[in-house]
């Protein structure tokens, strides 16, 4: 495997980790009530848990496939020259801020303190953040970078939120259907609902400003980024509309028809998948040239 394809996999596992951390804290922290919460907590476990793992272990081998890039390759990921100097770049600065978060939420999954789906959901959100600072976001500096920076972490969050959530999302539905918890379950759901509206809305006028502060209003189609974008905004279109068929047209029809409800759940798996690719797309356009 070549070193740049293992750092584009390294990403991609990266990424998919944080959110996966981020949608199951944000449900257990924010959007169940009590008990909900920790039953949620308690049945993602074996979702979130090896994800903080894999963040952690994923943000350590980055910053080695960093290193080997910016030097002569493979024997370079663990040459100490390198990582010093991989230290004096803007990656570098921002990534042993991530490596520190990484460790302290790894900690807190290996001592399990008190109110520690709080604690992950902090960090993991700092470390979403964080990953603003590198890439194409720093592109520009000044007023402007600071803007595409903030605007790209807005990106993020939302995408976190959104795609991360489809897994608790059917956790929830599952437990709908159990007397004891469809009240709070449902509810959560709606909740759910209501705040992604906004969180769509966040991804797409994000990501349409952090094109246009990338590509302008040029249309490179003869660059691979620029087609990339191009599929990367296709099925994201495609999971909105999965994401309105579910929520306007089977959500209403729950109560009358179970067929609605098995549609809702093979719709929810589908775009999980969808948003799995387009992971997969960004983690591959974000080594490319815009131009």
């Known amino acids: 495997m070549g070193l740049l394809a293992c750092y584009i996999a390294l ?9 996966a951390v981020f949608g199951c804290t944000v449900y257990s922290v924010l959007l169940a009530p009590g008990r909900l919460g920790d039953m949620l907590a308690l049945r993602l476990e074996k979702v979130w848990r090896p ?3 894999l963040s952690f272990i994923s943000a350590i081998l980055l910053f080695g496939a960093q290193a080997g890039l910016m030097g002569d390759g493979w024997p370079d990921t663990v040459t100490p020259e390198i990582w010093r100097a991989v230290l004096g770049t803007q990656f570098g600065a921002v990534w042993c801020w991530q490596l520190m978060l990484a460790l302290v939420a790894l900690g807190c999954v290996v001592v399990s303190p008190p109110k520690i789906q709080a604690l992950l959901l902090a960090l993991t959100s700092f470390q979403i953040i964080l990953l603003a600072g590198v890439g194409h ?6 007023i402007l970078g600071a803007i595409q920076r903030v605007n790209h972490a807005v990106h993020l969050l939302s995408a ?3 795609a991360g959530g489809l897994i608790p999302l059917l956790a929830c539905m599952g437990m709908a259907h159990q007397a004891v918890w ?12 209501r705040y992604g509206h906004l969180a769509v809305a966040a991804v797409i006028l994000s ?8 590509v302008g209003w040029v249309f490179p189609l003869g660059s691979t980024y620029f087609r990339l974008l191009l599929l990367k905004i296709f099925l994201v279109a ?10 306007y047209w089977l959500v209403p029809r729950f109560n009358r028809s179970a067929l609605a409800q098995q549609r809702f759940i093979q719709f929810t798996w589908l775009e999980m998948l969808l948003s799995v690719a ?8 974000a080594t490319q040239e815009p131009f």
Do not use: K, P, Y
């Open 11 to 19: 990403r991609f596992v990266h990424f998919a980790a944080l959110m």
């Open 182 to 193: 469809r009240q709070e379950a449902t509810g959560t759901m709606m909740c759910f609902s």
């Open 207 to 214: 990501g349409v400003v952090n094109s246009l502060l990338i």
């Open 137 to 142: 976001a720093t592109l520009h500096d000044g």
């Open 160 to 162: 976190a939120f959104w």
């Open 238 to 247: 495609v999971m909105v509309f999965l994401a309105l068929i579910n929520r």
């Open 278 to 285: 387009v992971l997969l797309i960004v983690s591959l356009f």
């Open 51 to 53: 994800a903080v793992w």
